[in-house]
């Protein structure tokens, strides 16, 4: 049963149409864009390694390239704790079923 059709009059027809897929794509682009502002605003608070070295070691066990073409170290670390940042708020959501 779907969530609006108990709100709806009783021994009425309710009819509910599948969104198209633009409509889902723009779902799951709104859903990340989101994610992103969470995670932008987390991101003040994630603790990152300050070490270059350590901080190259943290960018690898994540996947991460450990530097792209033009940045410093400070931009490094930067984009380390973000990747940190968005990995927190996207395991938050997915734990609260926000995520799908």
Do not use: C, Y
């Not at 509910?16 to 003040?44: G, M, N, Y």
């Not at 994630?46 to 410093?72: A, M, Y």
């Not at 930067?78 to 927190?88: F, G, H, P, Q, Y």
């Amino acid at each position: 049963l779907h969530p609006r059709a108990i709100m709806a009059a009783p021994n009425t027809n309710v009819e509910f149409l599948e969104l198209t897929q633009d409509s889902q794509v723009a779902q799951q682009s709104h859903r990340l864009l989101l994610l992103d502002i969470e995670a932008r605003k987390r991101a003040a608070t994630v603790d990152v390694p300050t070490l270059p070295n350590d901080v190259r070691d943290s960018l690898r066990q994540w996947g991460e390239p450990i530097r792209i073409f033009g940045e410093d170290l400070a931009a490094i670390r930067d984009r380390l704790r973000m990747v940190m940042a968005r990995w927190e708020v996207w395991k938050e959501q997915q734990e609260q079923g926000s995520l799908v």
